[in-house]
């Protein structure tokens, strides 16, 4: 289980977390955030951040602070794939390209995604 937790403020940062073989491993990451991006859109960037470090398949719990970001990803994305990046309503999806990089990136992994509040202390 890898743990990926994003946070958010001047800049864009991301944490990773394994348990492997009895020893801990953590990764760091960060990037400027770009003036004008909402946390929606910082929150994305951030998942896509780590998720870059991910080489083989695994199972994620995704940390976030929004829980449109949990319920999207657990709920709807799937769904805007389907329905060609429309949302119920008939609008498009905002964000398409951060959603769909997204899913390129978690298509060999299984994933949940959480609320930071939810998250466990190994």
């Given at each position: ?91 498009p999806v905002q964000n398409k390209e951060l959603w ?23």
């Amino acid at each position: 289980m890898v743990s990926l937790t994003t946070y958010i403020k001047d800049e864009i940062r991301v944490i990773l977390w394994t348990k492997l073989h009895g020893r801990e491993y953590t990764v760091v990451d960060f990037m400027s955030a770009q003036k004008g991006d909402s946390v929606m859109v910082r929150e994305l960037k951030a998942i896509i951040l780590g998720l870059s470090h991910m080489n083989k398949p695994s199972e994620i719990e995704i940390y976030v602070g929004n829980q449109m970001t949990v319920t999207a990803l657990n709920d709807w994305v799937k769904k805007w794939q389907q329905d060609g990046w429309v949302k119920a309503n008939g609008k498009p999806v905002q964000n398409k390209e951060l959603w769909q990089q997204i899913m390129k990136l978690l298509e060999e992994h299984t994933y949940k995604a959480k609320l930071k509040g939810e998250m466990q202390n190994e």
